[in-house]
């Protein structure tokens, strides 16, 4: 069974662009959830989404939104790109259908650097 | 506040020899617990979790963990460290009834040779 594939997994961009990853789940995954990782800030959960629906939120401002397409499929996008968006942007999938077990399975990540 | 603690940054030990990475969770109820591995670049590897029943859980690579319910503690073992266990492990929660995981800063493993 293929893993969580993202897409791409290097980007450079300038401040003020705006920039979306793609995050495909392991097949039946119908829960996608995004996070952040920064050497000062660690892990930082950004947003889950299950059937196309946004089920929690990180602390994060506006300028970070996701969505998910009815193949599971998840897009985030970072709009008005600050320095302190460069990080390493992960994605992970899960059955999740009930709240409770919630094993994620991670994909490798998007290298984002702002300059 | 639900928070995940890993009191050690860095860690570094000899191959062969015993390895335990500490974590404290903070949660008013048990929450699902994880241990992850992160390789340099990679995205994060499942080693094993905890959702119920018997405390000391067994996982890949041969890595255990003991949840202490008394001590809100997951602390993850090893009786004999190879040199590719070098990583970042992080500890996570999963607060039952939600699906968002809270994850330590991690632990930087060196062994050395």
């Known amino acids: 069974k293929a893993g969580v594939t993202q897409t791409p997994r290097y980007l450079i961009k300038t401040r003020g662009q705006q920039v979306t990853l793609s995050c495909s789940p392991i097949s039946g995954h119908r829960s996608v959830s995004w996070y952040q990782q920064t050497p000062g800030q660690g892990l930082q959960f950004l947003f889950e989404?299950?059937?196309?629906?946004?089920?929690n939120k990180g602390n994060f401002p506006g300028r970070f939104s996701g969505r998910q397409f009815s193949n599971s499929r998840s897009e985030m996008n970072v709009s008005t790109l600050e320095l302190g968006d460069s990080a390493l942007y992960l994605c992970?999938?899960?059955?999740?259908?009930?709240?409770?077990?919630?094993?994620?399975?991670f994909g490798p990540g998007t290298r984002l650097t702002v300059l | 506040a639900q928070s995940v603690t890993q009191p050690d940054i860095h860690i570094t030990v000899s191959e062969g020899a015993s390895l335990e990475l500490r974590c404290n969770y903070s949660?008013?109820?048990?929450?699902?617990l994880f241990w992850y591995v992160q390789s340099p670049g990679q995205g994060l590897q499942l080693l094993l979790k905890?959702?119920?029943?018997?405390?000391l859980v067994q996982g890949i690579k041969g890595f255990e963990a003991e949840f202490k319910r008394s001590q809100s503690s997951f602390n993850l073992r090893k009786p004999s460290v190879h040199w590719s266990d070098a990583a970042e492990y992080f500890c996570?929660?999963?607060?039952?009834?939600?699906?968002?995981?809270?994850f330590g800063t991690g632990t930087r493993l060196k062994v050395l040779a």
């Open positions: 992970a999938s899960s059955l999740a259908v009930l709240a409770g077990i919630n094993e994620q399975f």
């Open positions: 996570a929660v999963a607060p039952s009834g939600t699906y968002k995981y809270i």
């Open positions: 905890y959702f119920s029943g018997d405390t």
């Open positions: 949660y008013g109820a048990t929450p699902y």
């Open positions: 989404y299950f059937s196309e629906t946004q089920r």
